[in-house]
């Protein structure tokens, strides 16, 4: 585990400034909106955690292993709301270092998904526009797609 949160931390630097750790304004009181303790890299090590382990439910392994069995790990562990919130902020920045750095090499044996994932009907592909350039007519054993 620590390893894992190492190597993310070291990819989030690139991403996200230092937290500040003082959150007192001048009066001495703490404010509201006072930025996160947890860093980015901590949120990313729990979803990845979260899918190694192979956990069917996010909210049971939060509250249940990490919040009990992960202490020293995480010490500012945040309310399952409040993560829940970070783990969105943080998707694209876990999306992009599974692409960039967590793809092992080819071993020369690949497997191949063949599940046709249809964009539109295929009588309105010629003005469909999310998936222009990427998507393409096919033929499966159910007909005609675009996707």
Known sequence: MP???GILDEFCKYFA???KKHTLDICGKRRRN???????SEVMTILVLFHILRQRDLKSFYLGYVCNHMRKEFPHR????RFVERQAKVGLHLLLFLQTCALGKCTGISIIDST???SCNIKRAHSHKTMKGWAAKGKCTMGWFYG
């Open 116 to 118: 046709p994932l249809k």
């Open 3 to 5: 390893q894992i949160l």
């Open 78 to 81: 945040l309310s399952y709301n």
């Open 17 to 19: 400034p230092e937290l």
């Open 34 to 40: 006072r930025p996160c303790l947890m860093s980015d």
